[in-house]
């Protein structure tokens, strides 16, 4: 069975603070692995990674892979009160099928 | 920016109802899915379905449920007999494969009572 894990649950910190979001899988036929953040709703994409090693950036928040170790981290540089959310790890399968960890959650304080 | 539109947003269904979840993915897109998400639990992946049919699904999809695409823009959940167990957020979702990941829609809550 496809295995998503994320770590921590959950952190609060400061705004300004940097957070580092981890997320290890164990996934048959692995074709990607996407970030989403969630609010009060529907997941909203970040980034999809594909290939190892490779750094995926937008604006204060960046994304790598490592297919080698099986993980990824999601940071977060200068967090925001509008970065408080829940911060979900998903990996695709061949079939298309999504597996999702858990999830952070994230609680910036002003 | 294309979205993917569910409706209704909540749902409240007295146990052994039927109830029909609606949702319109992005006009371009092929792949299209069902998730749910249980309060405080993990979003669980329910149904894909490509070229008119089911391509994957998952335990908890059993004979309760089924999918259809009934006009070429609709995708629809439908749940025979509700129960208990099954009040969750339900999340449409489409994809051009592989290419930009999935777009979600907005959720259907949907509480059986």
């Known amino acids: 069975e496809d295995k998503v894990v994320q770590s921590p649950l959950s952190l609060v910190v400061h705004e300004g603070d940097t957070v580092t979001l981890n997320c290890s899988y164990e996934?048959?036929?692995?074709?990607?692995l996407l970030w989403y953040k969630q609010e009060k709703k529907a997941p909203t994409f970040l980034f999809m990674l594909?290939?190892?090693?490779i750094e995926k950036k937008s604006g204060r928040l960046s994304s790598i892979l490592d297919k080698k170790e099986l993980f990824s981290i999601l940071n977060i540089t200068a967090t925001q009160t509008g970065d408080s959310a829940i911060y979900l790890c998903?990996?695709?399968?061949?079939?298309?099928?999504?597996?999702f960890g858990a999830g952070t959650t994230v609680t910036v304080r002003a | 920016e294309p979205e993917v539109t569910q409706t209704p947003s909540h749902q409240v269904t007295q146990m052994g109802q039927e109830v029909i979840l609606r949702c319109v993915p992005i006009?371009?897109?092929?792949?299209f899915y069902w998730y749910r998400q249980i309060l405080g639990q993990k979003v669980e992946f329910l149904v894909s379905?490509?070229?008119?049919?089911?391509?994957?699904k998952s335990e908890i999809f059993d004979d309760q449920f089924s999918v259809e695409r009934p006009d070429g823009s609709n995708f629809t959940l439908k749940i025979r007999s509700t129960k208990l167990e099954d009040s969750a957020m339900y999340f449409c979702?489409?994809?051009?494969?592989?290419?930009?990941?999935?777009?979600f829609g907005s959720g259907t809550r949907l509480t059986v009572v």
């Open positions: 379905f490509y070229n008119n049919e089911i391509s994957e």
């Open positions: 594909t290939s190892s090693g």
């Open positions: 998903a990996v695709e399968a061949y079939d298309y099928k999504l597996s």
């Open positions: 006009s371009n897109h092929l792949y």
């Open positions: 996934v048959t036929n692995f074709r990607s």
């Open positions: 979702a489409s994809s051009v494969v592989g290419l930009y990941g999935y777009t």
